[in-house]
Each structure stands twice: as C-alpha cells, then as structure tokens.
C-alpha cells in the first residue's frame, strides 16, 4: 500500500529495485534512512556489485530474476540503463501485483513510455515515469549514498492513464528522498536533457576522444590542467549509460548538436577576424549568465 | 642580481609585478613566502585592486607608472591581459637595468615573443617567456594564494637569445615557488594550449552563450545539474583575458576548432544511426584515456 504523497509520508512495505547501481542503490539507501520502506529486494546480473549492496545494506535481499523479485512489490523501481528498460518491462509485467506502484529512473522518458506502453498495455497507468536529476561518474553499488538525492530534483512523466494518487505516490517517494519534484511531458523533458545534460556528456567524450587519438596523446594531456579536468569529468562518466542515453534521445540530441555546430561556426568568424570586441562580449553575456544560475536565480 | 638556478635558491632583491591580479599577485606571496625576495613593487590599473594588494601585504609598494616601477628591479614579471604586452613593453624597457630578468606569465608565447623583440630589440635576450599552468575562475589580487603555483607546471619557452643563466634564473624563481618548470618553443606551445585550453574555454562559453539565448532559457538552466556546472565551470573565466588568448591564438584555435566540428560531424553519423556499439567505443576508449591521465600516466 503506498501513502499519501505528502513530502517524506510515503511509505512502502516491499520495494523491488532494479538494477543496484548509484541510483538504485542511492534510492534503497536513502529510503531505508527515512524509514520510508519495508523490505528492499535488489535484482542485478552483476554478482560482485550485488554483493557489495547487501554487504552495505542496500538491499535486505538478492534476486537475479526481475519476475519473482516484484512478485508482492508495492513499488519497483527499474533503474537500470535504458535499453534494458523494454525486455525488463515484458519479464515483470505477469508477476506484478494490480496495485503496485511500478517507476524508473531513466535519464530519457519518450522511449521509455514507448517501452512501458508496448509492455503494461491496459496496466500501462501503473508506470510513472521519473527521471532524477542526480549523478556522478561514479557507478555502482559502491558509489551509492543516502544522501545523494537530497535537494535534487526529480522531473515526473506522468501519463495520462496514471490516476493522480499513484503520481502523488512516486512523487512522495522521491521527496522522501530529500528530493524536489517537478511534472513536464515525455518530449519536453527529452529536449531540455538533450541540452542541458545529454549534449555535453557527448561534447567531453568528443573532445578527450579526439586528444587521445593523437600521436602527441601524452604532450596534451602532459599539459592539461585544471580546466580541462572540469570541462571533461562528465567523460568519465559510464559509457554503457550514455550510449543508451544518446541512443534513445538521438532525435533531439542531433538537433542539438546540429545547433551548436551552427554557434561554434558562428563564433569561428570573430574569432579568425580577430574580433576581440565580438568575443568579449559573448564570453561576458555567457559569465554573467551562468553566474547568475549558480546564485539560483534561474527556477524550473 | 639573480642566483644560481637551482630550486628554491633563487633571490631576488627588488621584484617589480605588473598586474597584480590571481597569478602576479600569488607569484608576489609565493616568493616572499620562501623569503625568495626583497621588496616587491606593484603596478596596476585598478586603484581597488591595488588596495587589496598592499592590504594582504602582496606587494610592499604600488606603483601606477610601470618605467618607474622596474626602474632598479632585478626581476620583472609582467602578468596582465597579453594584450597590454606590447604598450608595457615599450613603456618598461627604458628604465629596465641591462642586468635585470624580464619574464612573463602569458597564456600564449608567440604573440608575446613578437611584441618583446619589437620593443627590445637587440636587447630580448633578457626576456624569458613563461607561462605557469595555473589559474582559477576567480580573478583579482583577492583571489591570489601563495601555494596557487605548487606542484603545477610552468612551461619555458627560451629565445635563442636567452643567456642559459638567465632561462635558469627564470626557472628557478618559478620553482620557488613551488612549481616544476619545462621548456618548448613558442609555437609548439601555442598549438598545445589551444588543444588543451583555450578550445575548452572557448567551448564552454558557446554552450552558455547559446542556453542563455534561447527563450526558455529559464527552464534550460533550471534543470542543468552538476555536470553542466563542471563542465562550464571554465565560462566564468575572466572575459577580457580570454578574448586576449583567443585573438592572439586565433590561428592554432581555430585550427582546433575545425579539427573539433569535424570530430563532431563524425560522431553525428553513429548518434543519428543509432549506432550505440561505435558510440559506446568512443565513450570507453574516452572514458579510459581521461583516467589513465587522471592516474599520472602521462608526462609532457
């Protein structure tokens, strides 16, 4: 039975997470602190990682088939990479109780609502779809931590066919994470990642790509410095996640790429004219914009 | 008078820094905390500037006139924007004592090197150009720290005029102050920090630049996270130093720049085919190479 959605009430007796990495794990983590959660089963093909989450009490049990561990679930969470998400669907689909509450993390959602839909069919209002914005290069049960939600935020997909308790349910599941939630649509959500996530985690892997296949590999990276390790943490980033990701939302990350291919052609011209004034002015619009978001002037 | 070169054993006795702001001013605390130095005269543009500089004990005196500041220094660093080279050059060589260094600490060295022979002339030998990996968002004689240069690079780029005594001078004022010192020609060091710098600024600004553009360019950053921050951590560099770098660099830069959208379009081609194996490929073989370096692997 899941609560009502107020921050921090819900409450869950069996929880199935999918796929025990930093969020599967982080999710558990955080759940269990809250006192939000009954028993937590975790389901993951990797026995080393799954050994690590029950030695870190992540999960109070192991199950290698999806089927049996929703079997009694009031809540799965599938937090496993993206292309996954379609099979996964179509293995706890006939074990899945009528009233469980059934969620993922993907950092996508257009494809996953595709995936859940051909899958639930008619249970299709069972998926509330759910992506939280939190992360790091780290991977892993070991990498998960209680805390790791606390005052991110979450963007719910919600369905049409999803009734408003159920949505009211998952969102209170993240916030009793220590998360903010917020709703916007499939599409909307997959163009706004495109730009704000998905297209530099591809800028970073590009441009380390591109260094690392020089001959004077060693020079570049001999003399990279602070700027370069920030510009391109993101590259260190889980390649098997971000291939599902870039996959999954090509559509609107192409468009994005194609736009800023267009701004950097576009910046090519001042800077080969040397045009000092025209950069200047673009580099000062662009600190003080982003000055302005770290001081939280920009909301949702 | 300089001393030998060895680490650390390097004394100067009059210091005269020109642009006290984030490196001048931690080269200035570096040296005094090794007791490395005598007096250090300022010079700046910025009466406030300055102020912080003789408050936090930087500099023991200011100067706003730079002939008068070297006048009887042994070592001159010149630490502004690489813009105001050229004027400073012409300004500071008719009080420069025939014995003093003369060294700066410029992002770019070809430019540098061109604006020196122009207003030294027969007289360049005592020009050693530097330039110390090291640097910060954060700009000003308030962001300045005596340990910014430990354990960072610093990168010699000696003319064929420099007395072998002098280029060793120079590195061991550097090494002083903490900092390991290498030597490369100009031009090679230009195409290198192009790569490994400039192209990464010039990267991150686009990418802010074009959010901050667009209509919903609240909801954009609304949900930009923490690898958007890391990634344009490099935006809120100082704009008028980096259209300095940019301009006087613009060939190398857009040599990169060119080299980077091609990179680009051919990463475009797998994205759009949802071709997730070659997109995986490029990610670890990124993934790996970005570690390796973080591990120490590579050395100039």
Known sequence: MTAPAAAGRARFERVAVIGVGLIGGSFALALKARGACGTIVGVGRDPGNMRVARERGIVDAVETDPGA???????????????????LFERIVPSLSST?????????????????????????????????????????AAAAKADLFAGKRVVLAPLPENPPASVDAVA????????????????????????????????????????????????????????????????????????????????ALVAELDRYVDKLRALRKPLLAGDGAALETVFREARSARNRWLAGEFEP
Not at 101 to 126: E, F, H, N, P
């Open 69 to 87: 561990a929703v079997r009694g679930a009031d809540l799965v969470l599938v937090a496993t990479p993206v292309a996954q998400f379609p099979a």
């Open 100 to 140: 469980a509450l059934l969620m993922d993390a993907g950092s996508t959602k257009q494809d996953v609502v595709a995936a859940a839909r051909s899958a639930l069919g008619a249970r299709v209002g069972q998926f509330v779809p759910a992506h939280p914005i939190a992360g790091a290069e780290h991977s892993g």
């Open 172 to 251: 209170g599941a993240w916030e009793a994470c220590g998360a903010r939630t917020f709703r916007m649509g499939a599409a909307e959500h997959d163009a706004v990642f495109a730009a704000v996530s998905h297209l530099p985690h591809l800028l970073a892997y590009a441009l380390v790509h591109e260094y690392a296949g020089r001959p004077n590999s060693g020079q570049l990276f001999g003399y990279a410095a602070g700027g370069f390790r920030d510009f391109t943490r993101i590259a260190s980033s889980h390649p098997e996640m971000w291939r599902d990701i870039c996959t999954a939302n090509r559509v």
